[in-house]
Nanobody, 122 residues
Framework: QVQLVESGGGLVQAGGSLRLSCAASIRTFSRYAMGWFRQAPGKEREFVAAMSWSGGSTYYADSVKGRFTISRDNAKKRVYLQMNSLKPEDTAVYYC???????????????WGQGTQVTVSS
């Protein structure tokens, strides 16, 4: 059984930082690419960032490049999203996912966490 549990969300002022964490109970965690997605109210869920199983490759949505950093610790079975210079438009529920790369730079989630709310005030 696969379980992904996010933590670290909250309320922050614009320009601030948050670090999201995702704890995975996947036996073969180190074989999975991992990613973060987000869904704002009234909008579709969108890709934020992904990292290959080895950590050697990273991918980011244009809207977060230079501000967000994805990382992983395979020994701890955790994936992180460091979010800096947050903007009100970053407000969303953020989801951790074990992902498959359908084509270069395009990821779809195979397993999903329950999400954690991030709210950025102006």
């Amino acid at each position: 059984q696969v379980q992904l549990v996010e933590s670290g969300g909250g309320l922050v002022q614009a320009g601030g930082s948050l670090r999201l964490s995702c704890a995975a109970s996947i036996r073969t965690f180190s074989r999975y690419a991992m990613g973060w997605f987000r869904q704002a109210p009234g909008k579709e869920r969108e890709f934020v960032a992904a990292m290959s199983w080895s950590g050697g490759s990273t991918y980011y949505a244009d809207s977060v490049k230079g501000r967000f950093t994805i990382s992983r610790d395979n020994a701890k079975k955790r994936v992180y999203l460091q979010m800096n210079s947050l903007k009100p438009e970053d407000t969303a529920v953020y989801y951790c996912a074990a992902v498959s790369e359908k084509r270069v730079g395009y990821f779809e989630g195979d397993y999903w966490g329950q999400g954690t709310q991030v709210t950025v005030s102006s």
